[in-house]
């Protein structure tokens, strides 16, 4: 089972085998299966990076309400993180998923431990709200993760004191353009995890892999 402790992990969003062969290659710690922009079938895809990368594993199934492109209910969700679960690090569930529960339950009799998501692609949240929201999302039993659009560059500075003292352990992310070199200084104050891309970005603001990597080394957090 694979922790996310220091040094922090780089993330690299993928959609198929052949892109994640291309993010080991390019550095990356960890391969974000999204399940939602696949079009190979989740399990075999799975269980091939499983056997043949050894390369940490997180399974994501985003839906469109959390800017992803899974529009099914929440509980089709299920079914398909069960079959996952015994092949993965980790699984990322919306905090704001209405079975929440429900989901997590997947993991029981695995090694997998859960990632709780929270994303706000219109504004950065108040600090309260953003503490608040990582104190529910660990106390779901795994890491918070928490992705925020800025409007300015002191919403950046907000979110970077929101993780110098928030429970441990944490990702965080500033969304867009104000925000790109979060991806890479959030890790100074504590973020555990950032994610990057391998031919395309998935998400606003992302940088490729191999940049990430590159500054985390400069930083020395590499």
């Known amino acids: ?3 996310m402790d ?36 989740p399990l075999p895809m799975i269980e091939g990076i499983y056997e043949d990368l050894k390369c940490g594993i997180i399974a994501t199934i985003r839906p469109v309400y959390e800017g992803g492109n899974f529009k099914g209910p929440d509980a ?9 679960a015994p092949f993965v690090d980790f699984i990322d569930v919306e905090l704001r998923a209405s079975n929440i529960d429900d989901i997590l339950e997947t993991l029981e009799g695995t090694d ?5 998501s929270y994303h706000d692609f219109e504004k950065t949240p108040s600090n309260d709200e953003m503490l608040d929201i990582i104190d529910r999302s660990s106390q779901k039993g795994g890491y918070a993760k928490l992705a925020v659009m800025p409007k300015s560059f002191h919403d950046v500075l907000r979110l970077y004191e929101v993780t110098l003292v928030s429970k441990r352990p944490v990702c965080t992310i500033a969304m867009g353009e104000i925000g790109q070199h979060s991806r890479i200084m959030s890790c100074v104050y504590g973020s ?14 992302q940088m490729r892999v191999d940049r990430i990597k590159e500054g985390l080394k400069i930083l020395g957090l590499r």
């Open 112 to 116: 997998a431990l859960p990632i709780v």
């Open 1 to 3: 089972m694979m922790k």
């Open 192 to 205: 555990s995890l950032t994610y990057g891309y391998v031919r395309r970005p998935v998400a606003p603001g």
């Open 76 to 84: 089709d969700r299920i079914k398909i993180f069960k079959e996952l």
């Open 6 to 41: 220091f040094p922090p992990k780089v993330v690299a969003s993928i959609t198929s085998m052949e892109e994640a062969i291309e993010a080991i290659g390019l550095g990356a710690d960890i391969v974000e299966v999204r399940v939602d922009l696949s079009t190979e079938k």
